[in-house]
T-cell receptor, first 114, second 111 residues
Framework: DAGVIQSPRHEVTEMGQEVTLRCKPI?????LFWYRQTMMRGLELLIY????????DSGMPEDRFSAKMPNASFSTLKIQPSEPRDSAVYFC????????????FGEGSRLTVL | GENVEQHPSTLSVQEGDSAVIKCTYS??????FPWYKQELGKRPQLIID?????GEKKDQRIAVTLNKTAKHFSLHITETQPEDSAVYFC??????????FGAGTRLAVHP
């Protein structure tokens, strides 16, 4: 397996634009997580899914953020409208369930909002 | 919910010395405590983990200890090497299979 695949790797956009980040989890993993990493706040859990169903979205900062998982092999994180404070690295991760151990991270999507 | 605090935020050691990073957690129900290493510009990767039925676990130069009574756990790296330089994150399970991370420790190993 190629691991967790995220796109785009880098995104530069202007304030007010819509941003869509994409993730393909490892095949067979039941859990998918979206984390945001900044210098100030570290790794924050935004939302996670189990079997394509959102379980906990309490980390989503505000209504401008939304996430979907239409099937077991694809998830999106959307920001509309984007703001400069959304600039961060967004990581997608998947696992077979923490009872089995490891969380596998993608390479991350570095977002810059001007 | 679970809260994880990590200290120190930065750590500088000479090659060959030991490094210790400490974390505390708030939820006594947590029972899984992994450590992740993130090299500059890379993704976090699991280096070692420990479960609540174990007090200590070792893997070559890396060891983790857990004190459930005090709700703290530590990462110990012996004989540090320059390639150990990275940011290290501790984490605790926050229930329902989600991980809550500490703020990270930037370790610098000087030759």
């Amino acid at each position: 397996d190629a691991g967790v695949i995220q796109s785009p790797r880098h995104e530069v956009t202007e304030m007010g634009q819509e941003v869509t980040l994409r993730c393909k989890p490892i095949s067979g993993h039941d859990y998918l997580f979206w984390y945001r990493q900044t210098m100030m706040r570290g790794l924050e859990l935004l939302i996670y899914f189990n079997n394509n169903v959102p379980i906990d979205d309490s980390g989503m900062p505000e209504d401008r953020f939304s996430a979907k998982m239409p099937n077991a092999s694809f998830s999106t994180l959307k920001i509309q409208p984007s703001e400069p404070r959304d600039s961060a690295v967004y990581f997608c991760a998947s696992s077979a369930g923490l009872g089995t151990g490891e969380l596998f991270f993608g390479e991350g999507s570095r977002l810059t909002v001007l | 919910g679970e809260n994880v605090e990590q200290h120190p935020s930065t750590l500088s050691v000479q090659e060959g010395d030991s490094a210790v990073i400490k974390c505390t957690y708030s939820d006594s129900a947590s029972n899984y405590f992994p450590w992740y290493k993130q090299e500059l510009g890379k993704r976090p990767q699991l280096i070692i983990d420990i479960r609540s039925n174990v007090g200590e676990k070792k893997d070559q130069r890396i060891a983790v200890t857990l004190n459930k009574t005090a709700k703290h756990f530590s990462l110990h790296i012996t004989e540090t090497q320059p390639e150990d330089s990275a940011v290290y994150f501790c984490a605790a399970d926050g229930g329902y299979n989600k991980l809550i991370f500490g703020a990270g420790t930037r370790l610098a190993v000087h030759p």
